[in-house]
């Protein structure tokens, strides 16, 4: 059968969201869908070049189910796969082999979304650790100069002969004032290591509100944060304290990001909790997750930096130290939860998923 009269015969494939394609029983491809294509990055000419398993190193593995289905003359097979391609990222599928009679076999492949997801936690944790590391070891060895800097220029403020005193007490207070600055900022740095004091349950809704209320004396006009709260959210145990800090660096960043809008004055933050059910952080399943989203109407997050937008020192705008996202994250992962961002422009999401009892 021509590749022509495939395409007519399996027409309504086309319009299906997952991967479709056509074999032979010796794996050669007659036909796949725009899905496919997709999925595959391949076009249908450059697929119906080959045999589908010599698309994938481990390509066997497919091979093997559909030689199953046509031997056995299952209705169909279904399997978890993951296959691997030469130099891109490995695909992660839900496998479906069925026989169509005379030989020829249509196999389905929709990529699995929770592997997906598991697979860039455990990235962004491992991203996360190291950058812990660097950033302790840095600030340990900043700090110790730093503490000699400064008494060295207080002792040479003392030093100061009296009628030159007002002339040269300038420069060794740019030195004291720098050193307090970098001081601070070492601070900051080292403040992610301090394990969160679980002093009781919080309620999350009282850190929203909290947050609320400072963003609001800051930005009082122009800008409307609406409250979408499910009173349902059970209390759970955490640092009170740590949370209010991720909840208003989020809020705080994206309250900044809205100047223009506040300045038109259709500024908006949207403060929503659900209960999400069922997943699984950091590798572990719970039966309920707090599940809160921190959302603007701003412009956007720079594409440019989206990908690094958790990573220490990275900002998105003149004057910002890079580190409120960092600590938003480590406090997030010390409750044993994960944090998401999507953004384009007009709308930015943070998500925080956070275990509940």
Known sequence: MSSTETGSRYAGLDLLASAVLLTDGAGQVHYANPAAENLLELSLKSLQRHRLPDLFLNGMELAALCNQVLIHQYADLRQDLTLQRSGREPLHVNSIVCALGQGELLIELRENVQQLKLDREERILDQSQANKELIRNLAHEIK??????????????????????????????????????????????????????????????????????????????????RRDYDASIPEFR????????????????????????????????????????????????????????????????????????????????????????????????????????????????????????
């Open 144 to 225: 110790n100069p730093l503490g000699g800097i400064r008494g060295a220029a207080q002792l040479l403020e003392l030093e100061l002969p009296p009628h030159h005193l007002a002339d040269l007490q300038e420069y060794t207070q740019v030195i004291i004032k720098e050193a307090d600055r970098l001081q601070t900022l070492v601070d900051r740095l080292l403040a992610p290591h301090r394990k969160p004091h679980i002093v009781g349950d919080v309620n999350i809704h009282e850190v929203c509100e909290r947050v609320r209320s400072l963003i609001l004396a800051e930005f009082p006009q122009g800008l409307t944060i």
């Open 238 to 357: 955490g640092d009170m304290e740590q949370l209010i800090q991720v909840v208003l660096n989020i809020a705080h960043n994206a309250a900044q990001a809205l100047q223009s809008r506040i300045a038109q004055g259709d500024a908006e933050i949207v403060l929503r909790t659900r209960v999400a059910r069922q997943v699984t952080l950091a590798k572990v399943r719970y039966g309920l997750a707090l599940d809160l989203h921190i959302i603007d109407n701003g412009p956007g997050i720079a594409p440019e930096i989206r990908d690094r937008i958790f990573y220490p020192l990275v900002s998105g705008r003149d004057g910002g130290s890079g580190l409120g996202l960092t600590l938003a994250q480590t406090f997030v992962q010390q409750h044993l939860g994960v944090i998401e961002c999507e953004s384009r422009p007009g709308l930015t999401d943070f998500r925080i998923l956070l275990p509940l009892p």
